[in-house]
Nanobody, 120 residues
């Protein structure tokens, strides 16, 4: 049974940092691209960042470029999202996904999400 379990969300002040992690199980993690998405209240879910199966290339949304970094550890079956210089508009529910390296790419599985709130 495939599981994607996110952790690391929370509340942080503007300018702060958070690191999200996603623990994957139930499939061969190293064979799949992975991605992070987010959905703010009243808005559509959007791609934040994707990474190829071997970590050789990443795709980061313009809205977070230079602030967020996606990475993976294929030995530990984990996917991370380092978020720096957080802004109130980054507030959203963040989801880990199998697939979805680029916009429109097929998503095979979703995690349950972890809440990130940026507020003073």
């Amino acid at each position: 049974q495939v599981q994607l379990v996110e952790s690391g969300g929370g509340m942080v002040q503007p300018g702060g940092s958070l690191r999200l992690s996603c623990a994957a199980s139930g499939f061969t993690f190293s064979r799949y691209s992975m991605s992070w998405h987010r959905q703010a209240p009243g808005k559509e879910r959007e791609l934040v960042a994707g990474i190829l199966y071997d970590g050789s290339s990443t795709n980061v949304a313009d809205s977070v470029k230079g602030r967020f970094t996606i990475s993976r550890d294929n030995a530990k079956d984990t996917l991370d999202l380092q978020m720096n210089s957080l802004k109130p508009e980054d507030t959203a529910l963040y989801y880990c996904a199998r697939g979805g390296y680029i916009l429109g790419a097929h998503i095979i599985n979703w995690g349950q999400g972890t809440q990130v709130t940026v507020s003073s």
